[in-house]
Structure formats: structure tokens, C-alpha cells
């Protein structure tokens, strides 16, 4: 069980919009910031959105992040075959004093 | 370019020890904070544990599943982080990654697999 909740799966056709939620609460989302993970099949993590919603040179804009309280949302417009992949949210969390991760949202485009 | 290599990976019998490396270039590695997250087979991330850098006392934190067990070091002289795992069990069979969490030019690198096996 994740302490950041992230639905299993979201899919949607090429070129449409979709969205990840990440659940938390005030210990880590709430009061610290969130960075969004893409892992694609058989390669290591990569960054997309960093501090809420910044994103690192070389992320096209089509990649949003947002927060809201104690939840944050990943938005990836104008889907492509090759967004296919897992992707994390994750956060400091101060009472655990230590990072956490979503359990990973599988994006399926149809 | 920011580059991680993590290397030191192999197989381990539970019981056993092993010390993980992970080299850091293209940035300034002594005023950053490092990371190890490791990933099991077909699994999501699992942070592992943290060592801040010297302006913040090189201050460790770890994940309950491997405290007492793991330490993180760093030697900020060669750019390299380290992880002493101790104790191993078979559920910490994972590829593991060294990562400056959140960063802007965060890199992951190709991490390093463990596996914990008789």
C-alpha cells in the first residue's frame, strides 16, 4: 500500500488529453513539493515535472503538472503511442522523513 | 551532461553484504543531496534512503524496511555515493538507482541490478 495513491491505469486515443491524479495528504503533498516520474518499458525513470508543476529542459509542453491541497495531477495533452509507459509521483514526506512514491499509473493509448 | 552510474550490482546470498557506488558528473555533487531508489522485477519505485550534502551535516535518512541494515555515505572528494547493504534478505532483490530526486536535471542512469538468491 503506497502512501501517495494513484489509480492503476488510465487510457485514452492518440491525440486525446488525459490525466493522472496522485493522492496524499498535509504530511507530504500538502507541505512539500511533487515531481512526476515516466518510466517506459525496460528503461529508468525520467523526469517530466519537478517543484509541482516545472518542467526540465527538453519536456515538451504538451506534459503539465498541477497541485491542490493534497493532491496533484499530471496532464499529458496530445497523446502518443510513445507516451505508453508507468508513470510516479512522489513527495518528502515530514513525518515519515522520507520520500514517497505513488504506486505507478500505467498509461495505455489506444 | 548529468551522468549517474551505479555499478557494484551482483548476486548475494540472503545472510550477505554488498556496497553499491554510484558516480556523479556533470553538476556540482558535494552541495547536492543523493538518493537510492530501487525498483523490484515488475514493481513500482521504493525509496531506499537519502544522504544530504555537508552544508547539511551529510544528515542520512532511510526507508523502515532497510534501516539498521543499509548506510549511505558519500565521498564528495571522488563524486561518488555509496550504499552498504548488510543483512540481505531475498525481498531486497531490485535493480537499484541513485537519483537527485526533483532536481531539474535529475538522471537516473541505468541503475544496478541485486539480487538476493541462495
Known amino acids: 500500500q503506497s502512501v501517495l495513491t494513484q489509480p492503476p491505469s488510465v487510457s485514452a486515443a492518440p491525440g486525446q488529453k488525459v490525466t493522472i491524479s496522485c493522492s496524499g495528504s498535509n504530511s507530504n503533498i500538502g507541505n512539500n513539493y511533487v515531481s512526476w516520474y515516466q518510466q517506459l518499458p525496460g528503461t529508468a525513470p525520467k523526469l517530466l515535472i519537478y517543484?509541482?508543476?516545472k518542467r526540465p529542459s527538453g519536456i515538451p509542453d504538451r506534459f503539465s503538472g498541477s497541485k491542490s491541497g493534497t493532491s496533484a495531477t499530471l496532464g499529458i495533452a496530445g497523446l502518443q503511442t510513445g507516451d505508453e509507459a508507468d508513470y510516479y509521483c512522489t513527495s518528502w514526506d515530514s513525518s515519515l522523513s522520507g520520500l514517497v512514491f505513488g504506486g505507478g499509473t500505467k498509461l495505455t493509448v489506444l | 551532461e548529468v551522468r549517474l552510474v551505479a555499478s557494484g550490482g551482483g548476486l548475494v546470498q540472503p545472510g550477505g553484504s554488498l556496497k553499491l557506488s554510484c558516480a556523479a558528473s556533470?553538476?556540482?555533487?558535494?552541495?547536492?543531496?543523493m538518493h537510492w531508489v530501487r525498483q523490484a522485477s515488475g514493481k513500482g519505485l521504493e525509496w531506499v534512503g537519502r544522504i544530504r550534502s555537508k552544508a547539511n551535516s551529510y544528515a542520512t535518512a532511510y526507508a523502515a524496511s532497510v534501516k539498521g541494515r543499509f548506510t549511505i555515505s558519500r565521498d564528495d572528494s571522488k563524486n561518488t555515493a555509496y550504499l552498504q547493504m548488510n543483512s540481505l534478505k531475498t525481498e531486497d532483490t531490485a535493480v537499484y538507482y541513485c537519483t537527485r530526486v526533483g532536481a531539474p536535471d535529475d538522471n537516473w542512469g541505468q541503475g544496478t541490478l541485486v539480487t538476493v538468491s541462495s
Open positions: 517543484e509541482n508543476n
Open positions: 556533470g553538476f556540482t555533487f558535494s552541495a547536492s543531496d
